[in-house]
């Protein structure tokens, strides 16, 4: 005898889109609250020291780089040099003083080889102090 006969077997069924809708506002809830940290500068305090100030200054040496290649130190115009030109004329400038410092005042556009030739040449003299100016962002 079969008893089932008019009787269908229902299968539980798990609706998923609710499931969806909840884990989404959760996601949503998590994002709104989570606080993210940026570490973007170091807050650094000096420390403070009674010593005086050197009262010598070192000898700085204005070296400039145009767009198109071309040098010049100290309003003295170089030209377009080579590595060694520009030693030489940079041992000029510092005139036997080693801890002079030589500022590059390179253009924005101006080719990254010129820079480097300007540092190299610096360092066959012996100019380790090499910085570089710059202009405020407006």
């Known amino acids: 005898m079969n008893f089932r006969r008019g009787r269908r077997e229902d299968y539980p069924e798990i609706n998923l889109i609710p499931f969806i809708d ?20 170091l807050k650094i305090n000096l420390p403070t020291s009674s010593a005086e100030q050197t009262p ?33 004329a940079l041992k000029q400038a510092a005139a036997e003083q080693n801890e002079a410092v030589v500022v590059i005042n390179a ?17 066959r003299v012996g100019l380790t102090r090499i910085t570089f100016a710059t202009q405020s962002a407006p």
């Not at 909840?22 to 973007?40: D, G, K, M, Q």
């Not at 080719?111 to 040449?121: G, K, T």
Request: net charge negative; charged share 20%; hydrophobic share 55%.
């Open 107 to 123: 253009d924005a556009r101006a080719a990254h080889q010129s820079v480097v030739n300007v540092m190299e040449a610096a360092r």
């Open 22 to 41: 909840i884990l989404l506002v959760i996601v949503i809830f998590l994002a709104v609250t989570t606080t993210y940290a940026r570490f973007a500068e």
């Open 56 to 88: 010598s200054q070192p000898r700085q040496i204005e070296v400039a780089v145009a767009e198109n290649g071309r040098y010049q130190i100290d309003n003295a115009a170089v030209g377009e040099a080579s590595v060694e030109e520009l030693a030489i």
